[in-house]
């Protein structure tokens, strides 16, 4: 059976929210796993949650990188396995070199924790599948370091690559600097690897799957992903 | 530090350097049977300082009610404990940490949300909202502006990181708490019913084991540093400010929720004000117990601590647990998972004595009753104060109608008390677990309860000003107000946890004060059912010698049913009917209107008939219920006209409204009357909506209709929805 992995690191806080959008509301199967784990066979799709993995001390996710689970998770992510980053968890994989660039304090110095409008740019990757191209979803953002940051090239191979999935929009899917909320780069707010099978984001798609929570666009992002494990395994 | 201690013991009267008084003294010598050493006067010192002894207000507290069928566990735990219903019970307490706060905001307010998350997971249960209610000085100070930044942003560093939402509260500013601001922490909990844990120490010969951080020098004396007046050395107390690591903290939240499923652990206990000394104290205490404890088995962040500074340290972070002689295996293990440096500090003993050793030397033995209901109780003196019947006059004839209220009402949308505090609740995730369904910003948040169709609504509430001017009244409509909030939600009041802030208790002044408070909640909270099941008192709030205005601050929770079944505070349609439930009287007193604009903080505040209220409130939430309201609103500070600007800027929708003249045009638009809910209807609602309404013989009046994008009231008000809500996001 495919199974989501959810890695739970020291300090995750997002863990068991994935969990309940998974495995309650999708009813999915989904287990957690202990960060000194050093094996991930038998799954599917592993999830770095929401947090602050070991305080973010010393920088955001730069700690974390170095848990035992970390050299699985790139085994696994070499080998085609898919890796999605939340929050956090996008702010690991970029310390882990499995995603370009950093995220960086937010441009206003503080946490935000609100309702944000992003735009669906790209529907080709397992994540974004059941998406349409330019849809604007409400996906809540909570994250005081969520500023993308990368280098000229860097960006420019994203936009060529077309590894930019989501970017933030105003509500009628302007992607303007008033509603850029963090100061990031080309307004991202998303972005998977080349070869597209990890990807990283700072909105909480865990966070709007039911409707008295108040959207269920999270709802999507992982039926797409279920979606695509089901093609592959058919094929 | 020897010699000057000796030095001090030979001082006369050297007790009063320990905030003790003579009779205190001798109550101590007497109960030793001896002359205390210089640990057992720190001891001593600290567990009778009004923080953790409550000797100037054990006994009114009991004035409170803190029962009902569905209350598990009052007072007397770390929280309280309430059943409504679902697979798990509910855990809530308040808490202050008002002095910390003041000298050093960031620490102080993040190691208040650290203390109070505490309380709650040390019961066993997983804590899943925060709620802040916050009292500053004047906002124009840059002062303040530090303080009231730093506070915000203590909070947020720590509630943030251990992922637990932040869901309400409140911030006010006034002179009153220039140079004693007020940090007053919520915490609501669930715990399965078979898996609280209590905080006590029984079964001799028990392990006793400490766990988390280590013990370093920070916080000595804490409990008795927030039992003083402030003053301007106060400042060089910054040592007594412990420093917060939310990550240790959760990392203790995750252990401890799984040391709470073992049968061997007997009891857990926060090493909160008063570190070790109060943990172990009121553990054996609780459990009837001694205990006899090796100080150097504490694992310590500094070389060199000696005795004194090992029992009072109050380093963040750490708990006590006693668990079963032998089994301490899987709570050991279950720590190293977690990275958690622990230790076995001691045992359990079956002689009702404290016995700390070092390196085998006895350095203390005190009886525990004398550490806890056996230590003395304070009589204080009560007298009402001269100047307030000088306050309570007002002449209303003498005060200024206008005819345009246009600028009056904008400058009110931009006061500090009634402007937007979405700048401040954005930055605390309001949002994790996934259970807030009523974000900040409303009359109260509400979370659902995941598995049931239940959910809690919670809110804080407090006027210092309505204290001040009488505060029993001022006390009885902080649980109206509170219970208020929670029926415009749908919510049923069900209990409260309460923080009283007050003066000095030897003032004779502030302990009346406090006295009338007490029987003001005592009076309304019997009324309303909603018993007190937890609480903090903090004394001693004052500045260079003036106490703050008294403040109560309440926390409340309320039931909702069918979480399909609520309402928010926002206009939802064009043409949709306004009414006011309740009755608008001349009444200005207190207000924030009379403050604002005529610099006046005077008269008596408004009347409160507490049969009136419970029924409107009784039929508010019936309406919710039958799905007849499309808006519910409490008119609280700033009144019908504040009310109506935040509906109409929360909806976007515009107001034709038409208030009765037969009162005062600033009384119609500003007063603060209580028992009054702006309630918004369906046309096609409206039959069955009034009639309802009749039946249960509630006043109300249709006041207008939902309609353009202007609020405009009589011919007072005109104004865009576009300029209120510049001026209320202070844009």
């Known amino acids: ?235 | 530090m020897e010699a000057i201690a000796h030095a001090n013991f030979r001082q006369k009267k050297f007790w009063h350097r320990w905030n003790l008084t003579s009779h205190e003294y001798h109550f101590i010598c007497q109960a030793l049977n001896r002359k205390p050493n210089e640990l057992e006067m720190g001891i001593f010192s600290v567990m009778w300082s009004e923080h953790c002894s409550y000797k100037n207000t054990r006994s009114l507290l009991k004035m409170l009610p803190s029962k009902a069928s569905w209350v598990v566990q009052g007072p007397g735990e770390n929280a309280g404990v309430i059943d409504i219903g679902v697979e798990e019970l509910i855990v809530m307490k308040m808490e202050s940490h008002n002095h910390p706060s003041a000298v050093e905001p960031f620490q102080g307010a993040a190691t208040g949300v650290g203390g109070i998350l505490r309380d709650i997971f040390t019961m066993g249960a997983q804590p899943i909202a925060l709620l802040d209610s916050l009292r500053f000085g004047d906002f124009k100070q840059n002062h303040t502006q530090y303080l009231f930044q730093s506070v915000v942003g203590g909070i947020a560093f720590y509630g943030n990181c251990v992922g637990v939402p932040t869901v309400g509260g409140e911030t006010i500013f006034s002179k009153s708490y220039q140079g004693n601001i007020l940090v007053n922490v919520m915490c609501v909990g669930l715990v399965k019913k078979e898996k609280i844990v209590r905080a006590l120490a029984k079964g001799a010969g028990n392990s006793v084991i400490l766990i988390g951080a280590k013990t370093g020098r920070d916080g000595i004396g804490g409990a008795a540093f927030a039992s003083v007046e402030l003053n301007g050395q106060s400042d060089e107390d910054r040592p007594a400010v412990q420093i917060g690591d939310p990550f240790a903290e959760k990392l203790l939240i995750e252990a401890c929720l799984e040391l709470a499923q073992f049968k061997e652990v007997i009891g857990l206990q926060d090493c909160g004000a008063a570190g070790l000394t109060s943990s172990l104290s009121e553990m054996a205490a609780r459990g009837k117990s001694g205990m006899e404890i090796e100080l150097s088995l504490v694992p310590q962040r500094e070389a060199g601590m000696n005795p004194f500074e090992i029992m009072l340290s109050e380093s963040q972070e750490r708990m006590i647990v006693v668990v079963e002689k032998d089994k301490e295996n899987r709570v050991l293990s279950t720590l190293k998972k977690w990275d958690l440096d622990c230790a076995i500090i001691g045992k359990v003993t079956d002689d009702e004595i404290l016995t700390i050793k070092n390196h085998n030397q006895i350095e203390a033995s005190i009886p525990v009753i004398t550490l806890s209901e056996g230590a003395p109780i304070a009589k204080r003196k009560t007298k009402k104060p001269k100047w307030i019947k000088k306050r309570n006059q007002l002449k209303l004839e003498q005060l200024n109608e206008f005819d345009d209220y246009n600028q009056i009402l904008l400058d009110l949308l931009c006061s500090p008390n009634l402007f937007s505090k979405e700048e401040i609740y954005r930055q605390y995730d309001h949002m994790v677990q996934t259970n807030t369904i009523i974000p900040p910003g409303d009359d109260a948040a509400v979370l659902r309860m995941k598995g049931s169709k239940k959910a809690i609504a919670l809110t804080t509430e407090g006027n210092g000003r309505y204290c001040l001017l009488n505060p029993f009244q001022g006390a009885r409509i902080a649980i109206a107000e509170a219970a208020r909030n929670l029926s415009c939600k749908g919510a049923i009041p069900m209990a409260v946890t309460d923080c009283l802030n007050f003066g000095a208790p030897e003032n004779s002044d502030s302990y009346w004060q406090l006295v009338q408070v007490i029987k003001g909640l005592s009076e309304a909270c019997q009324f309303f059912e909603t018993p007190v099941i937890s609480g903090n008192v903090s004394l001693y709030n004052e500045n260079e010698g003036k106490p703050i205005d008294p403040t109560p601050v309440v926390g409340m929770i309320g039931l909702i049913n069918d979480y399909n079944q609520l309402c928010t505070l926002d206009f939802k349609n064009e043409n949709d009917l306004i009414f006011l439930l309740g009755e608008s009287w001349d009444e200005l007193g207190g207000s924030e209107y009379l403050e604002l604009v005529h610099q006046l903080k005077c008269g008596v505040p408004p009347t409160l008939d507490l049969y009136k209220e419970k029924s409107i409130q009784f039929l508010c939430r019936k309406l919710i219920k039958k799905d007849l309201l499309a808006s519910a609103h409490d008119c609280s500070i700033g009144g019908i006209a504040i009310a109506l600007a935040e509906s109409c800027i929360g909806g976007s929708f515009g107001a034709e409204i038409e208030l009765k003249t037969d009162i005062r045009s600033d009384c119609s638009l500003f007063g603060e009357s209580q028992s009054r809910i702006i309630v918004t209807v369906k046309p096609s609602n409206y039959n069955q909506f009034t009639k309802m309404i009749r039946r249960d013989k509630v006043p109300f009046q249709q006041i207008g209709i939902v309609k353009g994008d202007h609020l405009k009231i009589n011919h007072w008000v005109n104004l865009s929805i576009n300029q209120m809500e510049k001026a209320w996001r202070m844009m």
């Open chain 1, 1 to 235: 059976m495919m199974k989501f992995g959810i890695v739970q690191f020291p300090g995750s806080n997002c863990d068991s929210d994935c969990y309940y959008a998974i495995n309650k509301v999708l009813r999915y199967p989904a287990d957690m796993i202990w960060h000194k784990e050093k094996n991930l066979d038998g799954y599917a799709c592993v999830i770095l949650p929401g947090g602050f993995t070991y305080g973010d001390y010393l920088r955001v996710g730069a700690i974390a990188r170095y848990s035992p689970i970390m050299s699985a998770v790139v085994n696994f992510a070499k080998k085609g396995g898919l890796v999605l980053g939340i929050c956090n968890g996008f702010q690991v994989l970029t310390e882990a070199q499995l995603l370009p660039g950093a995220l960086i304090r937010n441009s206003c110095l503080h946490f935000i924790c609100q309702n944000q409008t992003i735009r669906v740019e790209n529907v080709d990757s397992p994540y974004t599948k059941l998406f349409q191209k330019n849809q604007i979803l409400q996906i809540p953002i909570a994250h005081g370091e969520g500023c993308y940051y990368a280098d000229k090239e860097t960006i420019d191979l994203l936009e060529t690559n077309q590894q930019i999935l989501f970017r933030y929009c105003d509500s009628n899917g302007g992607i303007t600097k008033e509603a850029n909320p963090n100061g990031s780069i080309a307004n991202i707010a998303g972005i998977c690897n080349k070869e597209r099978n990890v990807f990283g984001l700072m909105p909480h798609p865990e966070r709007c799957m039911e409707d008295c929570l108040g959207s269920i666009d999270g709802r999507l992002l992982f039926e797409s992903i279920i979606m695509y494990l089901k093609e592959v395994i058919l094929k």
